[in-house]
C-alpha cells in the first residue's frame, strides 16, 4: 500500500471507527480476495463494533497494494459512500513523493579531452551506478513502523477502549434569588455543543443542570468513585459563574446555583490517583467555563449583565462574582490540606486566573466556541495542547486580547482524542 493510502486510514481512523458499519463489510472482504475466512473470524471475534472497525483498518494497511483501492469500491457497494469519499480527501492532502528518474551509468570527458580530440575511449571517467543486488539492503518499512509505534506509545497516552472514557458536564444555568447571581443565558447552547462533540469523539455523556454546590460535590463524587479499569480517559466540564480563590494547585472556584463556591482545585482533586486509582496513569480533563475573578482589561468599555451596567440590549455576559466563603464548611476551600502531586491531569479555563470570561447570549461563550470548532477541525490530528494553543489565540484575537484562556497541564504525555 503506498504510503499517501496508509496516511489516509490513519488520518481517517476516528472517522472510519465510530460510523463504520462492519457487519456490512466481511462477504465483500472475503470476495474481492482481501482477507480470507480465519482472517475475518479472528477480526470479528476482537470485541465491540468499534474494536473491529479499528483492528480492521489496522490490518487492511498489510493487504498488499490493491486493498486501498478495493476497500473503497466496497464502502461505496455498501452505502458508505461518504467514509469513501473522506478517505480519498485525506489521500490528496498529502502531496505524492517525487519518483527518482531511471539512473544510468555515464561517461564524463576528461579535461584533456578537449585538447586530445584522439583520446583514448577508455581513459575517458565512468561513473558506474551500483546494481540493485550490491545496495546496502535498509530495515523495511514494517521494520521502522514498529520501532516507531512503540516509541510513540511510549510518548501518548493510549486511547483505544470504546467508549474511551465518561464525560460529566454540569450545567448551571439558574440561580436562586439569594445568590445575587445572574441567570447564564446562552449557557445551554455551550451544554449542547459539548454533548456532541465529546460523544463524536467516543465519550459516554452524563449531563446535570442547575445544581447546588453539594448537588455538584455529590456527582462529582459519584463520577470519581466508578470503576474506570477499562476505560482510557474521564472528562469533566463546568459551565457556571465564577471566582477567584487562593489555591496551591489549581486557581479558581465555580458556584452552584445557590452560590455557594466549590473551589477548582477541590474538584480535580476528587480525581487525582490517592482518591481515584482505577484513573491511575490515566488522563483526565477539566474544561472550565466561568470566570477567574473580575479584573478586566484596562480601557476596554463592555456590557455586562450586572444590573449597573447592563447596556440595553446588550447579549455580552461575564461570569464573574466577588468571592466570598460560606459560614457552611462543606464548601469552603481546602488550599490550606495537604494534597498529593496532581499527575496526568489537565485543566483548561475560559480565562486566565483573575480575570472575566465572556458569553454572548444568543451563540454561548467564547471559550466553548471556539473550543468546539478547534476539536471539530483538529481532534483527529493534533494533540490537545497544540489545540488549546490554538483555541487560545482565537479567543484572544476575538475580544481583542481582553480574554486569554488559561491552562494548568500535568500531563505526562501526549493526549490525542483518537487512536494512534
Not at 255 to 282: A, H, M, Q, W
Amino acid at each position: 500500500m503506498e504510503e499517501q493510502q496508509r496516511r489516509a486510514l490513519r488520518r481517517g481512523r476516528a472517522r472510519l471507527v465510530a460510523a463504520l458499519r462492519v457487519e456490512s463489510l466481511w462477504d465483500p472482504l472475503e470476495q474481492r480476495g482481501l482477507f480470507t475466512r480465519p482472517m475475518l473470524e479472528e477480526l470479528q471475534s476482537t470485541g465491540s463494533r468499534g474494536e473491529q472497525a479499528r483492528q480492521l483498518i489496522i490490518d487492511l494497511e498489510t493487504r498488499g497494494k490493491q486493498a486501498f483501492p478495493a476497500f473503497l469500491s466496497i464502502l461505496r457497494d455498501t452505502g458508505q459512500g461518504d467514509l469513501a469519499e473522506m478517505l480519498i480527501q485525506e489521500c490528496e492532502s498529502w502531496p505524492v513523493p517525487p519518483q527518482l528518474t531511471d539512473l544510468r551509468p555515464m561517461e564524463l570527458e576528461l579535461r584533456e579531452d578537449k585538447q586530445h580530440k584522439n583520446v583514448n575511449p577508455h581513459e575517458r571517467l565512468s561513473i558506474p551506478v551500483q546494481a540493485e543486488s550490491e545496495r546496502p539492503r535498509m530495515p523495511s518499512v514494517s521494520a521502522w513502523g514498529s520501532a516507531v509505534d512503540k516509541r510513540s506509545r511510549d510518548q501518548d497516552y493510549e486511547m483505544k477502549a470504546d467508549p474511551c472514557g465518561h464525560c460529566l458536564i454540569i450545567n448551571n444555568v439558574s440561580f436562586s434569588r439569594d445568590s445575587g447571581l445572574s441567570t447564564r443565558e446562552g449557557s445551554d447552547i455551550d451544554c449542547e455543543k459539548l454533548e456532541r462533540r465529546f460523544k463524536a469523539l467516543r465519550f459516554t455523556i452524563l449531563t446535570r443542570r442547575d445544581l447546588k454546590a453539594q448537588e455538584m460535590v455529590l456527582e462529582l463524587l459519584k463520577l470519581s468513585q466508578q470503576d474506570h479499569s477499562a476505560l482510557d480517559c474521564c472528562i469533566v466540564v463546568i459551565l457556571s459563574h465564577g471566582c477567584q480563590t487562593s489555591h496551591i494547585q489549581f486557581p479558581g472556584g465555580v458556584y452552584g446555583t445557590d452560590g455557594k463556591p466549590i473551589p477548582i482545585e477541590k474538584i480535580v482533586n476528587y480525581f487525582n490517583g490517592s482518591n481515584c486509582p482505577s484513573l491511575r496513569g490515566k488522563p483526565k480533563l477539566f474544561f472550565i467555563q466561568a470566570c477567574g475573578g473580575e479584573q478586566r482589561d484596562q480601557g476596554f468599555v463592555v456590557d455586562c449583565d450586572s444590573p449597573e451596567e447592563e447596556a440595553p440590549g446588550g447579549s455580552l455576559e461575564s461570569d464573574a462574582t466577588p468571592f466570598w466563603v460560606s459560614s457552611d464548611n462543606i464548601d469552603e476551600p481546602d488550599a490550606i490540606a495537604s494534597l498529593p502531586t496532581p499527575s496526568d491531569i489537565l485543566v483548561s479555563y475560559s480565562t486566565f486566573p483573575g480575570f472575566v470570561s465572556w458569553r454572548e447570549k444568543s451563540s454561548g461563550s467564547w471559550y466553548v466556541e471556539t473550543l468546539d470548532s478547534v476539536l471539530e477541525q483538529y481532534a483527529h490530528s493534533e494533540d490537545l495542547l497544540s489545540m488549546l494553543v490554538r483555541v487560545a489565540h482565537a479567543v484572544s484575537a476575538k475580544g481583542r486580547y481582553k480574554q486569554i484562556p488559561g491552562c494548568f497541564n500535568f500531563l505526562r504525555k501526549k493526549f490525542f482524542f483518537t487512536c494512534r
